[in-house]
């Protein structure tokens, strides 16, 4: 079934996966606004993920990550943070006003993306949840397998799953 003009479009899966550099690609392909979770957690509370992992906790994370998620609505290309479909209740919402696609990413593919981001110098300050990538899929995978789709983006370009992504929402497979 074609995406709903009205219905959003959001991507999951882990760092690494190429959520956000996708989205921005989708969002150029169906004519869509983009909007991060992750970018909406730092308005809300005026300061960077890792800030707020820092100094309040990821439970306080994820309630922003939560209240974020709750205010999506409308034709959008979301890109949701790692964990924001892990959620229960978030994910029940976000299954029911968007089609959900999840971008599989293996372990040794993340972990070359993740490293080119940046130095070595800089560490993965950014990423807080970086160090448990792997004890970390094992937890959320049976979760993302309930998004309607599921691309697999190893050894493929961003413009590459952008139309994948695309076809399978528009009903092309």
Known sequence: ???????????????????????????????????????????????????IFAEEGESAFRALEREAVDALAGPLVVDLGGGAFCDPEGALRLLAVARVVFLDVSAAEAARRLGAERPASEGMESRPLAPRWEALLVRRL???LRAHHRVEVDALAPGAVARRVVGLVEGAT
């Open 1 to 51: 079934m074609p995406l709903g003009s009205a219905e959003a479009l959001a991507l999951t899966g882990m760092m690494g996966a190429g959520k956000s550099t996708v989205a921005r690609a989708v969002g150029l392909l169906l004519r869509r606004k983009v909007v991060s979770t992750d970018a909406l957690v730092e308005a809300r509370a005026g300061k960077p993920v890792a800030r």
């Open 142 to 144: 049976p979760m993302y």
